[in-house]
């Protein structure tokens, strides 16, 4: 397992154990996160809270989950990036296709 | 040739599964002095547990373990895809002919006997993994020839001439591999001239794969583009875009690209970016440094990439980077991480100089090596002259 999830009214709050989000873990996190959404789950909120470093193979599986969520309505956000991750991402426009918060309950805060 | 340098012999990771502790920490420090990373697990569970989220580079287990014993915890091995792979060996005191023959049926590349002196068995470990490793670069080899023979290259092996400009390029693939980096030039005249660089997400042959194809859709592109007399470039992207996201084969596979056209009437470049970092220009005028970002996602992302363009106007002694994120992933203390301006601040002594690119060249990136790179790293260059 990548992700220790939890449903809290209905949103699963996924958070990637992983210090380092790479190639060796790339295919397992996509895995978790297309059987959460074949699971049924309609938001996936995302923290990142332990990830220092993530290479572009990471990020390619995360892309292939929204990809895979788009045309089923079900949204990704991210929460609780480190300003290195931040920036990389905010660096290449994946701030534009995802929602990113600061963490769980800002990305909660949203819905209500 | 496709230069491809051969992966470095880097310290391994052994994972041993041993339920006495005394013995295990035994082999651990003899381990650990011959050179080798260990990781030390006392029972089949917690390895196969560990297993699911580190990869080590050779498994050595106990058979005798209360629970799972070495046989079953093997079983379970075997049964992952992601983990069958990973060779094993025993090291057990039960040296009964039968469970030896069992065990190596079970795919396991030796049976040590825990009587045989340290050394000895630290020996026949250094054996296994250095033949393990000549196998590996066997293989690698031959598919260098391979690639060769079919003359597929991913990076040009000269830079084109265009008046008002000099172009230069570099590139060093992930650890000697092959991968997603990809490097092209087309020369459309004595007045234009694109150039690009493109980074397919992923590592090694999986993302060298899908290079070509990537790279025949650009080309594709562009050349229709020039037929048509069309240079505008948001375009060109949002055709190529959409052409890989039409692509089936090509599904979620994801590319980063950055396109420029060199005007030598103008000197001007017209620039659009997908999913690509942000290129560092420097103005001669004002000795500055500036980075200039574009609004375009990845292609393969989304049907509608958001692609601009922008034009810069570049005077003589002005210079231009385009890199690949390859350039700004470092190491860092024990772990690894992206670092934008670290790289920006790396170049910045060297700009605006007469042979910046040389200078870059000599004391920066000859000092990406096997140690500190973590992706393929490639970068194209400009000056207006």
Redesign the interface.
């Known amino acids: ?2 992700l220790s999830t939890k449903e809290v009214n209905g949103v699963v709050q996924a958070t990637i ?4 989000a790479n ?3 790339a ?2 996190f996509k895995e978790e996160m297309i059987t959460l959404m074949v699971n049924g789950a309609k938001l996936i909120v995302v923290s990142f809270e332990n990830v ?6 990471f ?2 599986s995360l ?2 989950a929204l ?1 895979y969520g ?1 045309p089923r309505s079900i949204d990704i956000y991210l929460v609780a990036l480190k300003p ?2 931040h ?2 991402l905010t ?4 701030d ?2 995802f929602r990113i918060f600061k963490d769980h309950e800002q990305a909660m805060e949203t819905l209500s | 040739m496709i230069a491809f340098p051969d992966p470095p012999t880097s310290v391994k990771r052994i994972l041993l599964v041993e339920d006495s502790v005394l013995f295990g920490r035994v082999i651990e420090s003899a381990l650990r002095k011959a050179g080798y990373e260990c990781v030390l697990c006392d029972s089949g569970p917690g390895a196969l547990d560990l297993l ?4 080590p580079d050779l498994i050595i287990s106990d058979y005798d373990m209360p629970g799972m014993n070495g046989f079953h915890f093997r079983q379970a091995v075997l049964m992952n895809p ?1 983990i069958n792979e990973i060779p094993f060996v025993f090291l057990t005191s039960f040296t009964d002919n039968s469970l030896v023959l069992e065990g190596l049926n079970m795919y396991a590349l030796d049976f040590i006997n825990k009587e045989t002196p340290i050394p000895v068995i630290v020996s026949k470990l250094n054996n296994i993994i250095k033949s393990l490793e000549n196998e590996h670069l066997r293989s690698v080899r031959e598919l260098k020839i391979a690639a060769d023979a079919l003359n597929v290259k991913s990076i040009p092996t000269s830079a084109p001439e265009l008046p008002g400009f000099k172009i230069h390029f570099w590139h060093k693939g992930y650890r000697g591999y092959p991968g ?1 980096d990809f490097i092209d030039f087309v020369r459309v005249d004595n007045r234009y001239c694109f150039a690009f660089l493109g ?1 397919i ?3 090694k042959w999986k993302a060298w794969f899908f290079t070509f194809g990537f790279l025949s859709y650009i080309r594709a592109a562009i050349r229709f583009c020039v037929l048509d007399k069309d240079f505008d470039l948001d375009e060109i992207v949002q055709k190529i875009n959409k052409l890989i996201c039409l692509d089936e084969s090509l599904q ?3 590319s ?1 690209l950055s396109l420029i056209l060199l005007d030598s009437e103008t000197g001007e470049v017209h620039y659009t970016g997908a ?4 290129l560092i220009g420097f103005k001669t005028a004002n000795q500055r440094i500036a980075t200039v ?1 574009s ?4 292609l393969g ?2 049907e509608e990439g ?1 692609y601009d363009k922008q034009v810069l106007k570049m005077q003589p002694g002005d210079q231009l980077a385009i890199f690949t ?1 390859g350039m ?2 470092i190491p ?1 203390k024990n ?6 301006p670290f790289f920006v601040e790396k170049i910045r002594p060297y700009l605006g100089q007469s042979h910046s690119f040389d200078l870059i060249q000599k004391y920066v990136l000859s000092g990406i090596d096997d140690s500190n790179q ?2 393929d790293a490639s970068i194209i260059f400009i000056e207006k002259q």
């Not at chain 1, 220092?52 to 193979?57: E, F, T």
Request: no cysteine.
């Open positions: 397992m990548i154990l992983a210090v380092e190639l060796t873990n295919d397992q220092n470093y993530i290479d572009s193979s990020l390619g892309v292939v990809k788009l290195d991750v920036n990389l660096l290449i426009r994946m534009k296709v | 699911s989220v580190e990869i992601k997603g980074d997400m992923g590592k979620n596979i994801l980063s999913g690509d970092l942000p970002q609004s375009g996602l990845l992302l989304l958001l994120d700004i992933d860092d772990s690894k991480k992206s670092d934008y973590l992706d």
